[in-house]
């Protein structure tokens, strides 16, 4: 194989890794957790849509929005043990939004995400995302790795508090 032969090909495998890597879901904003120490209130949010056919004959499908769904996920969420941790409150009132969307949860495509966002500046302290297997057990250990994220969170803040005392002293 000649050099340029051999640039064209390598130059085609790049491309080709860049048209795949393209279609692939990028977040705009990665996940800060240095907020979640502070969080006392929360508010849910819970969304829930499913594809269905659209009934006027064209392709593909339409999308509706599932209150089953979105019922079935706060009480879910209601019966973990979040509420513990955190004083339910209104949207405007808390200090973080604590959203699950979900998207087909019957359908072999269903797909789950929990998002944690600052309610002051909607930025995002942690996100998650899954396929569905069962919504029982997916937002349970949804929850439960939030619930060791902001643990993990206080430890820090609390080392680097104490390590602030330390040099102050």
């Known amino acids: 194989m000649n050099r340029q032969t051999d640039f064209r090909m390598r130059t085609a495998l790049v491309s080709v890794a860049i ?3 393209s279609g692939l879901p990028l977040h705009a904003q990665k996940a800060d957790p240095s907020g979640l120490a502070k969080i006392k209130t929360a508010a849910l949010v819970v969304k829930a849509t ?3 056919s659209c009934g006027d004959g064209s392709e593909g499908s339409c999308v509706r929005q599932d209150p089953d769904v979105v019922k079935k996920v706060t009480d879910i969420v209601d019966g973990t043990a979040l509420w513990q941790h955190f004083e339910k ?6 200090d973080a939004i604590l959203e699950f969307t979900v998207k087909n949860a019957s ?4 797909t789950i995400s ?6 002051d500046n909607n ?3 942690y996100q998650e995302y899954r396929d569905v297997v069962t919504l029982e057990n997916d937002i349970a250990r949804m929850v439960n790795h939030f619930l060791k994220a902001v643990e993990e969170a206080k430890k820090v803040t609390h080392r680097a ?3 602030s005392n330390d040099l102050e002293a």
């Open 19 to 21: 048209f795949l890597l």
């Open 50 to 52: 499913t594809s269905v």
């Open 123 to 125: 930025n995002f302290m």
């Open 114 to 119: 929990f998002s944690v966002r600052d309610a």
């Open 107 to 110: 359908g072999t495509d269903g």
């Open 89 to 94: 409150a209104d949207a405007p009132k808390a």
């Open 161 to 163: 508090e104490a390590l």
